[in-house]
């Protein structure tokens, strides 16, 4: 079959992999919610890096003018897609790499397991990566005997502790030192038993941890932050310099990369490498970071491959509102601004992308119908904080509306003709429609009122609400209704013109 | 169907609404237009910022400085292409190349190394590394543990849009702003963790 597209609409790809919920939103934010210790460090970790992030923007007189630049360029990769993968394949092949195609999660695992096991090796060193955890790579290479090293300080944490990342930027946002410390203690071999909870010495523990790992490994699996189209480059944009280590010293490099993460020219860099570590961790610019082509002689690994991944991006690229949620460059701004985010942290939402971000990306990536990731559209105050915060100007809120309507939709009866039972929402909005529907039925609603003062007690907050209310009472106190309705009290003080209105 | 024809396919179809590719529009900075002293001094601030070591000699001045800055190392890795006048006065010189390189083990052994660069750009503090002669392979910068970079003024731009008008994107390139470091713990930056501990930057006016 050719590859032409022949107008044939196709059945939407969804994602697999560490993609959804394994319970809804609701239910994990208000256990998430009873971890104060997590909350505080969040709440530590998002201020700071958000007031960074504010001062170093605001030193830049064109921030506004480059995050136009950005946005505008990724609507427009998203626009060319296709071509733009074709004319990165060729060039980045020309130059002595080789290129994998993964409609999936399991697909890319296969492909990258089969690739380690070419290369002769039982393990691998890794640098941070999102595509790899959203397809579990670590999880499937342990079931088939291979073992995988994470080099980032933070990933190290979390895998040590086998916990999972909280945060995209900084995934181990959610432990402090004395935690870290314990962990360290507890799971790494050789550990000095005199280990302080200094920062400093953390550092240097994971440093002689890993260094003869780095010195020796062969096969090194990265993720990429870009990928340019008219050169067939790669970039990694990182700290510490694991990511150099990896994309340096093995013999073999094997690269996971979402098929969105292309940019046109490499001349586009300066706008996006301007964009990501100003945005990210409030920097003016990473320590390092590395870019390749294919195979440089003498220089780097010498077998370089770059597996290219489907996984839901087709199904979110056919929603043309939702689509600009490819757009993302995972800098992790809207998170660090999320109230909702701040409170809960990121296991909440269930999937590697969380956030607002990933309360839009995972429903787009798994189809807004997989049941537990339906919650993540509402897994939001619509601030807007987001919004203004995205370096290259996702309309999050909008998106979620626009998941909100789709997610009703499919309860009514999605095109399957298969029709879910009736959301919470759902009930709600009909329920209050009917209500609202008439000034006399609005009127006897009303009446209930001094009923919801008594189950609201002597602080005059409701803790718990029975039934479909539940849901919105679990992660936050309603304050109670006032003693007399607006309306009772209009009809009492202006008591002539409202009367004649009573329906 | 193979996964590369599937994959592609499923796209061309996302696009069955055929959204337009418009324009970019490029109003941002690109040239900062100040003089080679204000970006000497703009580098410095921001390289200090990162507390990477800054220090601004004239052509001549470079040997003395590089022996001080090497002092206390028994040996030092330079790339083959680095010229040899700049690092005259101090001894345990190894030459690394691509036909004839270090090993791993020589190179963590190594105290430290010195190299050349392609470009800075001052506002955000970066070295460009793009393995030039006079720059060598990757891994050179990466393991000794000090790492002394020569910085020639007239390769300091202003912004980074002028930087890069200098580089080629097919050589592999490395980015440096300071010496390697993380904020994972707290968000404490610490300096040092897998790259070298030690930046030095010297600037050749
Ligand atoms: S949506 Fe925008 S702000 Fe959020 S991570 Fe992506 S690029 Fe950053």
Request: proline share 6%; charged share 25%; glycine share 8%.
């Amino acid at each position: 079959m050719s590859s032409t597209y022949l107008g044939m609409p196709a059945l939407p790809a969804y994602g697999q992999g560490n993609l959804h919920a394994t319970e809804a939103f609701p239910a994990a934010a208000q256990r998430e919610l009873g971890n104060t210790q997590l909350r505080a460090n969040l709440g530590h970790a998002t201020h700071t890096i958000r007031d960074k992030r504010l001062r170093v923007v605001a030193e830049l007189p064109d921030w506004e003018e480059l995050r136009n630049a950005g946005a505008a360029t990724k609507a427009s990769v998203m626009a060319r897609l296709p071509e733009l993968l074709e004319q990165f394949e060729a060039n980045f092949t020309a130059r002595g790499g080789t290129i994998h195609w993964a409609r999936d999660a399991a697909e890319a695992n296969r492909i990258v397991r089969d690739l380690i096991r070419d290369a002769g090796a039982d393990e691998v060193v890794k640098v941070k990566s999102m595509a790899t955890q959203e397809i579990g790579l670590n999880e499937y290479l342990e079931e088939q005997g291979i073992a995988a090293f994470e080099t980032d300080l933070a990933e190290l944490i979390v895998q040590l502790d086998h916990d999972k990342p909280s945060h995209i930027l900084v995934p181990a946002i959610h432990k402090n030192r004395s935690q870290v410390r314990d962990i360290f203690l507890r799971e790494m071999p050789g550990v000095d038993p005199d280990l302080t909870d200094n920062p400093a010495r953390l550092a240097e523990a994971s440093r002689m941890h890993l260094r003869r790992k780095f010195l020796s490994a062969k096969v090194a699996i990265s993720g990429a932050n870009f990928a340019i189209a008219d050169s067939g480059t790669l970039g990694v944009v990182e700290s510490e310099g694991n990511g150099r280590m990896c994309l340096t010293l093995p013999e073999t490099l094997i690269t996971v990369m979402g098929v969105e993460k292309l940019l046109p020219s490499f001349q586009d860099l300066e706008v996006f490498m301007q964009l990501l570590p100003r945005s990210s961790t409030g920097e003016r610019m990473n320590p390092y970071t590395s870019f390749w082509t294919g195979v440089t002689k003498g220089d780097g690994p010498q077998d370089v491959h770059l597996v290219l991944l489907d996984n839901g991006r087709s199904a979110a690229l056919a929603d043309e509102m939702g689509r600009s949620a490819l757009h993302c460059i995972r800098c992790s701004a809207c998170m660090n601004v999320c109230p909702v985010y701040e409170r809960t942290g990121g296991h909440a939402y269930g999937s590697t992308y969380p956030g607002p971000i990933g309360a839009i990306l995972s429903p787009l990536l798994t189809g807004i119908t997989s049941e537990e990731n339906a919650s993540l559209p509402y897994a939001s105050s619509l601030c807007g904080a987001c919004y203004d915060a995205c370096p290259v100007k996702i309309n999050i809120p909008e998106i979620l509306v626009h998941l909100r309507s789709v997610d009703v939709e499919s309860r009514r009866g999605n095109a399957a003709g298969k029709k879910k039972l009736p959301g919470q929402m759902d009930v709600a909005m009909k329920a209050a429609s009917w209500a609202m529907g008439s000034g006399r039925r609005m009127a006897l609603v009303e009446k209930a009122l001094p009923l919801g003062q008594l189950a609201a007690g002597p602080d005059k907050k409701i803790k718990k609400l029975p039934g479909i209310a539940a849901g919105w009472t679990q992660s936050r106190d309603l304050p109670a209704p006032p003693a007399r309705s607006f309306r009772d009290w209009w009809a009492k003080e202006r008591g002539n013109t409202s009367s004649k209105e009573k329906a | 169907m193979s996964a590369r024809t599937e994959i592609l396919d499923r796209l061309r179809s996302a696009l069955h609404d055929a959204p337009a590719a418009g324009d970019i529009p490029r109003n941002y900075r690109h040239e900062s237009g100040k003089a080679e002293d204000e970006l000497i001094e703009l580098l410095s601030d921001r390289l200090v910022d990162y507390k990477a070591g800054v220090s601004v000699v004239d052509e001549a001045g470079v040997p003395v400085r590089v022996a001080e800055l090497l002092a206390g190392a028994p040996s030092y890795v330079v790339p083959e292409g680095l010229d040899e006048r700049w690092t005259a006065l101090a001894p345990g010189r190894m030459v690394d190349s691509a036909e004839d390189p270090l090993s791993v083990a020589q190179l963590d052994a190594a105290g430290a190394v010195v190299t050349g660069s392609a470009a800075a750009v001052a506002e955000t503090g970066t070295i460009i590394l793009d393995g030039s002669p006079d720059q060598g392979r990757r891994a050179i910068s990466l393991i000794p543990d000090h790492h002394i970079c020569l910085v020639r003024a007239r390769d300091i731009t202003g912004v980074l849009p002028e930087a890069l008008r200098r580089l080629d994107a097919t050589h592999p390139l490395t980015w440096i702003s300071g010496p390697s470091a993380t904020s994972d713990i707290e968000l404490e930056r610490v300096e040092g963790v897998h790259g070298p501990r030690t930046l030095d930057v010297v600037i050749i006016r």
